[in-house]
Structure formats: C-alpha cells, structure tokens
C-alpha cells in the first residue's frame, strides 16, 4: 500500500515538473501579449500624444512610441478609448495591457501601476478666453478631465470644477462658453489653441506646476522593465527625438539613460 502511494506521489511529482518546465511563465505580461498577438493601449483622444488622422488612424507622439514597441514584441497595437478615471481598473482586468497616453506619474498612479521612467515633461495650464479672466481663478467655473492632473490641481486651489471625459471635452466647454476656463496639459495647450489651431480664440496661461509622463502597466508587470529598454534604445538610436519633432514635443523629451 505504501508502495503504491509513494509511486504515485512520484508519478505526480514528475507531472507538476514537466508542466513547470514546459509551460511558460503565465506572470510574465510580455509573454501573455506575445501569446495573444496583441498589445492593448488605453488611451483618450488627447492631441498631440493619442489622436486620430484624418483616415481614422490613431497617430501621435505615444501612439507612434507605442506602435514601436509593438513592432519589437512582434505583435499589432490596438487602441481602446477608456474613461481616463478608469484607467486602473482597466489595466486590472486586462480590458487593456497598458496606459499609454501623456499620463502625469502622480502618487496614485505609481502606486496602483508599475510605470516605467518618465519619458516627458509637461506642465497644467489655465485656457480660457480672455487673458483679465486669468487675475482672479476663484472666480472661474473650469472643466477638467475625470482623473487627471488638472482635476487634481483644481481641487487643491479649491476652484469650482465640473468633471468631464476628457481635455478635449474640457476645451470644447470652454469654447462653447459653457465653463469660463479649462485645466489641461500644456502639451495639449500647445498643439490645440492659438493662431492656426483648432481654437484660435482660446489662450492659456502660464505652468501651474511641473510634472512628468510615464507609462502605465499592471502591478508587478515585467512589461514596464521592457518599455523602458525599448525607450532607452530610442532615445539612444535618435528614434524617439525624430517622432517627437513629428508632433511638436521635442522640447519635452526626456533623456533616457
């Protein structure tokens, strides 16, 4: 009886073992997106980081990175619009692989992701339409975006604030007189408002604080090991300062070492 009992211990010992051996490493993202052929980028349409062209295709300076990670892990790049204030629940449940789209490297995110090295730097501002507005915020009703690093600087000033989905949303607001003024990245600033923009009319003010862009994947995730070395790679090759000049962030490209 013992006999038997022992031959199947070892009989099951030895399956366990070949399994570990033969499978692969189910903990490894790199591994998981390369079984599934796909790298799930969560994004919002956020000029001139995530935007579409005029042919419906996402391009942008992380559109553009984010492709190029893809092509090294040899699978395609798919972007899924998310509600920015999800965005940490979409990573846990694998809706997406990895936020990628000028995400502000405050204490919730890093704390709820690994991310990788900050790639950018970047800035809030104020936009709105006219410079006096800008003498007496307390006064102004903003609209943020839900999650974002504006929304967090609104509620620090302590400044009325309507949440909505995104900055483009926020700048739409402003345009259309229904909030007196936005909080949004001076990226976006940048690259949507002034003479032969989207919003010639729209003005902004100066940086409200100084922060920096990194990329979001889940806790624990070896992915962010790997973007970094791609991202290193780039920087070091030229790449990345050649997307950047492509989209007008060249200025806030950070060196990666």
């Known amino acids: 009886m013992k006999k038997k009992i022992i031959a199947s211990l070892l009989s099951l010992t030895m399956v366990f073992s070949m399994t570990a051996c033969g499978g692969k490493n189910t903990d490894s993202d790199v591994d998981y997106i390369k079984d599934k052929g796909t790298l799930v980028v969560g994004i919002t349409d956020f000029e001139p980081m995530d935007y579409k062209d005029d042919s419906g295709e996402w391009v942008g300076f992380d559109a553009d990175m984010a492709k190029m990670v893809g092509e090294s892990l040899g699978v395609d790049v798919e972007f899924v619009e998310i509600?920015?204030?999800?965005?940490?629940?979409?990573?846990?449940?694998?809706?997406?692989?990895?936020?990628?789209?000028?995400?502000?490297?405050?204490?919730?995110v890093k704390n709820s992701m690994e991310c990788t090295n900050a790639y950018c730097s970047n800035g809030q501002v104020i936009v709105t339409t006219d410079e006096s507005k800008l003498d007496d915020p307390s006064k102004l009703t903003f609209a943020v975006e839900a999650g974002s690093a504006g929304e967090a600087v609104a509620e620090e000033e302590?400044?009325?604030?309507?949440?909505?989905?995104?900055?483009?949303?926020?700048?739409?607001?402003?345009?259309?007189?229904?909030?007196?003024?936005?909080?949004?990245?001076?990226?976006?600033?940048?690259?949507?408002?002034?003479?032969?923009?989207?919003?010639?009319?729209?003005?902004?003010s100066d940086e409200l604080t100084s922060e920096e862009y990194g990329v979001g994947c889940r806790k624990g995730s070896d992915l962010a090991a790997y973007i970094n070395e791609q991202l290193t790679k780039a920087y070091k090759d030229g790449k990345t300062q050649e997307i950047a000049e492509k989209y007008g962030v060249a200025d806030a490209v950070l060196e990666q070492k």
């Not at 309507?162 to 900055?167: D, K, L, R, T, W």
């Not at 949303?169 to 949004?184: F, H, K, N, R």
């Open 158 to 204: 302590g400044y009325n604030a309507n949440s909505v989905a995104s900055q483009a949303d926020a700048l739409m607001e402003v345009a259309s007189g229904t909030s007196d003024a936005a909080i949004i990245d001076l990226l976006m600033a940048s690259a949507m408002i002034g003479e032969g923009t989207s919003y010639p009319d729209l003005i902004h």
């Open 83 to 108: 509600d920015w204030d999800n965005k940490i629940m979409e990573l846990k449940s694998k809706n997406i692989d990895v936020v990628w789209n000028g995400m502000t490297l405050i204490d919730e």
